[in-house]
């Protein structure tokens, strides 16, 4: 599955969504930046875990940042998606 038809997907059949804004300065393009939960989950773990998702733009600073590294660190080892 693409990745877009794998958000769309997940973000239709969501029951709940909600978003949680970084309280840090941004990313490196200094863009807000924001986390969302679908169903209490939070989806940019997800897109990390099913390897739809790289962290090039990742501060130390930001929420989740260790859940992150260590999402990519497996995702990266079980060749998910594009780390096939």
């Known amino acids: 599955m693409k990745e877009s038809s794998y958000t769309c ?3 239709q059949w969501a029951n709940r969504i909600l978003f949680e804004y970084d309280t840090t300065l941004g990313d ?3 863009r ?4 969302i939960f ?6 940019n773990l997800e897109l990390v875990e099913v390897g739809f998702a790289n962290l090039k733009y990742l501060k ?3 929420p989740y940042v260790t859940e992150y590294c260590a999402a990519l660190i497996e995702a990266q080892v079980a ?6």
Request: positive net charge.
């Open 32 to 35: 807000k930046v924001a986390i």
């Open 60 to 62: 130390d600073t930001m």
């Open 38 to 43: 679908l169903d209490g989950r939070n989806f």
């Open 9 to 11: 997907q997940r973000i």
């Open 79 to 84: 060749g998910v998606d594009r780390w096939k």
């Open 28 to 30: 490196s393009y200094d």
